[in-house]
Structures are given as C-alpha cells and as structure tokens.
C-alpha cells in the first residue's frame, strides 16, 4: 500500500497548515486506528518542518500517541464536514468501532505505519519532539515533527493551495464551535 | 482611554482564533509600541483562555514580550490585508516608524497596557506562561493567558463569529504564503 496522493516536499509541508483549517489526528496502536477531530493544530518551523496539536488527556488518541510517539495530521476538506464533526465527538474509548460504522479508511504512512485518512486533502506523517515532555502534561500541547506530506493536486500544487480552481467540496473547513464550520473562501493578494 | 470593541467573555476568547486567522501581535517596552503579523497562532485551553503563538528570535517583538511577559493578539480583517503583509515584512528594529508610517492606531490595554490595533474585529491582552521557558528557546513557542478580549459586535456576537451578515471587508484572512491570503468563506453546518 502507499499514499494515493501525491508528495509535498518537505519545505512546503507547513504550507497545508498555514491558514488554519481543522484537522485530523490518526494514530494507530497494537493493530488498532483510531482518527479524531482537533481544531488547535498549526505550522511550528519551516524545515525540517514542525507542528503543534492539542490532544486532551481524555481521549484514546493520546494514549496511543503517549504509547507511540507518533500521529498523522490530515486535513479534511468541506465533503467530510459530517465525518468530521463525527469523529470529534465519539471517542474510540466508548465506540471502538466508530470507524467503520463511519466509513472511514485509512492506509498506513510509508514510515510510522500511522493512517492516512482517504478523502483528505492533506496528510502528513509525524513523530513527537522531545520539547512535547515539557508542555503535554500541563497543556495537553504536542509537537512534532512531519516526516511525510501528501497533498490533493486538484486543490494543492506547487507548493500553494488553489482552491478557487477546484469543486467547493474540496475547499478546508474551520471550525467555530458546535459544528458549525466556515468553508476557506476567496483569494485574496497584499503582495 | 478604553477600548473602542465591545469586550467578549473570557470563556468565549478562544473562539475568536478557533478558526485559523491570521494575527497581529502587539507589543510595548518602554515607551514604545509594535505590531508585527504572525500567521502561526491557535487556541491552547478554554477557561482560563490560553493561546499559542510562534514568535521569531530575529523579531523586535520577540525582544519586548521577552522582556515585559506581555503581549496582544489581534484579528486583522480583509479590509486591513495589505497592512497585515506590511506589518509583517517590515521589522520594528530597521523600520522603528512603521507604525506611524502604515498609519496603525493602537489603544493601551487596561491591565497590561500592550497594544489592542484600531480596525481589528478582536483584540486580546496576554500574559506570557511560565511553561513558555521550555518552549521559546528550542521553537520560538509563547504560551500565553488571555486577561482580556473585545470583538467587533458586526461579525461577532452570543460567542460566535457572523461573517455572513456583514460586508466582506469584515472577514478574517488566512495566509497562505508570499502574501496571498484567502478569507474565510460560508458557513457550513454539520451538527
């Protein structure tokens, strides 16, 4: 199995990330995935790149992330706004089967065999830094580092996303609260 | 003086960056003030509100929130596109009238007097964390809480953002990269 979509180099991976859509957190742990929803992810460093999540002490995400030290971020795009909003409020805890009765599929990431959700229009893999020890505990904050990106080229391609060029399902959405998300609207230039 | 925007509650202020916006980060040492853009920030906690934002070593802003624990976070709208690439092309250190020269007002914050930007559709006033120490050196990462928290009433009211009932000139933007931005779009329920 390899990622479907095609590869971001690694100085442009921060770049999936940059304006700020929600995301998705895939681990896996003795043969078992689970996915959630996060809204509090963003770019860390440019290269090698580097992202900031928040996972809650609460979830079954951030035992397996503790156990592994490792994750995939994806970002889903406006056709799986449902999903989304589905996968951040059952836990993998008490619904153990939430993602197949969701529907979701996964393929592992070349390097940590962490999922891949398909349907993103992003995903990267990632392993945690160090520095996470210091603000996991007390803020539930984890850094890590992505060590593989993959991008839709319908809405992604030299190294900038183009949204105004491709079907509105494609666009990100960003959550506000409660399940209701703004979709990314228009481009706009200042340069 | 007191600020101009209406002041959200605090167990709201993390919905004012929930969604991804791009940000102004104020800040004042000694007499003077800055503002510089900064596209990596999110929420970090609900109540007390937290953030986290990333704050470059080569930056005077960097400097001064070193100095003082203090800082503001701003929402620039699509109105102020071109001021926020300014803002943050231009460095307080090289060009120390680029406020005056841009033509950007600020009001002092009533507890820790840092820079809240006239225009924006929300304004924070922070103070720095302590676990911020082992997360600035290694990642230029600031934990901050946030003290206080005003919203423009046209785009945000009952603890949420309504850009659809507003002129579009009121949306957030979401950098992108080079200065090509995207503001946000249309809503879109899930729940």
């Known amino acids: 199995m390899r990622p479907v979509l095609p590869s971001v180099p690694l100085q442009h991976a921060y770049r999936l990330l940059n304006h700020g ?9 003795e043969g078992r995935t689970n996915v959630m929803a996060a809204a509090w992810a963003m770019p860390l460093d440019f290269e090698p790149p580097k992202l900031a999540v928040v996972i809650d002490k609460s979830t079954l995400t951030r035992q397996w992330v503790d156990a592994t030290g490792m994750l995939s971020i994806n970002v889903p795009c406006q056709a ?15 619904h153990p089967d939430k993602l197949s009765r969701l529907g979701v599929r996964t393929t592992p990431a070349p390097l940590t065999g962490m999922p891949l959700v ?24 984890f850094l890590v580092e992505v060590l593989g990106a993959w991008a839709d080229s319908r809405v992604f391609s030299h190294g900038r996303w ?6 509105d399902d494609l666009r990100t959405i960003h959550h506000v609260a409660g399940g209701h998300f703004y979709t990314i609207g228009s481009p706009r230039s200042a340069a």
Chains 1, 2 share one sequence.
Do not use: Y
């Open 80 to 94: 799986q706004a449902g999903l989304t909003w589905a996968l951040g409020n059952e836990s993998g805890k008490t």
């Open 162 to 167: 183009h949204f105004e060029h491709a079907p």
């Open 21 to 29: 859509p929600t995301v998705l957190v895939g681990s896996a742990h």
């Open 118 to 141: 398909e349907g993103c229009i992003a995903q990267m893999e990632c392993r945690v830094l160090p520095a996470t020890t210091h603000v996991a505990g007390p803020h539930d904050l």
